[in-house]
């Protein structure tokens, strides 16, 4: 049985077993256990631009597909974003220790798409985009949207007030004014794999987010979003790379991903800095690039 350096230990088998236990299906979990088995960083010969070419699993349970992913949505984001009228919101539902995660996410998804369809809303909101986030803490799991609204001002008393009554129990909502880049960065975490890993998990919660999450959307385009936003298809599309047929004497193979990780995680400089160029430090725990 083969599998990618990337997914040995720590960093996959219990992302791997969870699936296992979930019931994901046998060639999902063969993708999860192969990904980037082949993977390669390339220099380009005449620029000295770095690339990763290889095959990839997708999942948004890998932390290698998550961060290549993110990163072409955060590219796309920024130019959708510009010259746009938009504020950031994020909408919470009131714990049910008795309710399992994906009734909790179901329940989130429908009361939002009942507020939607409300007169104010309407009038205030023109377009926008929602980006799921669970959360496990110590009182258990915390689903959440953060929602990108294209419109008018919308005060937040009265979105409370909304949100209150087509829940009946949540009125907690915030919404801010928000900069294109630091929206763009940080939704698009969300947008590839709609969890937070803030506190660890045992196997039994990752089993319960599996199921609640396979398969999900996870970015939900609405009103003159929908079926524009570029970011929907984007988490479609294959991550796969390969060098083009007409172009393979223009790039010079540098290593294989897995050298380049094990070399950064010993603290090789210049493999850190290396993966960082390649927007995929958080593969070695960087949340930023180091100065």
Same mark, same amino acid.
């Given at each position: 049985m083969r599998t990618s350096?990337? /997914?040995?230990?720590?960093?996959?088998?219990?992302?791997?077993?969870?699936?296992?236990?979930? !019931?994901?299906? &046998?060639?999902?979990?063969?993708?999860?256990?192969?990904?980037a088995e082949d993977a390669y960083i390339a220099r380009h010969d005449k620029t000295g631009e770095l690339k990763l070419f290889g095959h990839y699993c997708g999942s948004r349970f890998c932390r290698l597909c998550v961060a290549k992913r993110a990163a072409r949505v955060r590219a796309a984001l920024l130019p959708w974003l510009k010259g746009r009228t938009y504020r950031f919101m994020t909408l919470t539902l009131k714990h049910r220790n008795d309710e399992p995660l994906r009734v909790m996410v179901d329940?989130?998804?429908?009361?939002?798409?009942?507020?939607?369809?409300?007169?104010?809303?309407?009038? /205030?909101?023109?377009?926008?985009?929602?980006?799921?986030?669970?959360?496990?803490?110590?009182? !258990?799991?915390? &689903?959440?949207?953060?929602?990108?609204i294209e419109g008018s001002y919308f005060p937040q008393s009265w979105l409370s007030e909304l949100w209150l009554g087509v829940t009946r129990d949540s009125k907690v909502v915030d919404i801010r004014k928000a900069s294109d880049e630091r929206t763009a960065k940080y939704v698009a975490k969300y947008a590839c794999k709609g969890f937070s890993e803030e506190n660890p998990l045992t196997h039994d919660q990752r089993v319960e987010l599996v199921h609640a999450l396979h398969g999900r959307r996870l970015v939900i385009a609405f009103g003159t979003w929908n079926k524009k936003f570029s970011v929907t298809k984007l988490l479609e599309e294959s991550l796969d790379e390969e060098v083009p047929l007409d172009d393979e004497t223009k790039w010079t193979r540098v290593c294989s991903l897995g050298t380049l990780i094990g070399q950064a995680k010993g603290g090789d400089e210049t493999s850190i800095r290396m993966l960082v160029a390649l927007d995929l430090g958080r593969l070695i725990g960087l949340k930023e690039a180091p100065t």
């Open positions: 350096p990337l /997914h040995l230990g720590d960093d996959g088998t219990p992302w791997h077993e969870a699936m296992e236990a979930a !019931g994901v299906s &046998p060639k999902a979990k063969e993708r999860f256990r192969e990904c329940r989130l998804y429908e009361r939002f798409h009942h507020l939607r369809r409300l007169s104010l809303w309407k009038k /205030h909101v023109v377009g926008g985009a929602s980006f799921l986030e669970v959360k496990r803490t110590s009182k !258990g799991w915390h &689903p959440h949207l953060h929602i990108l």
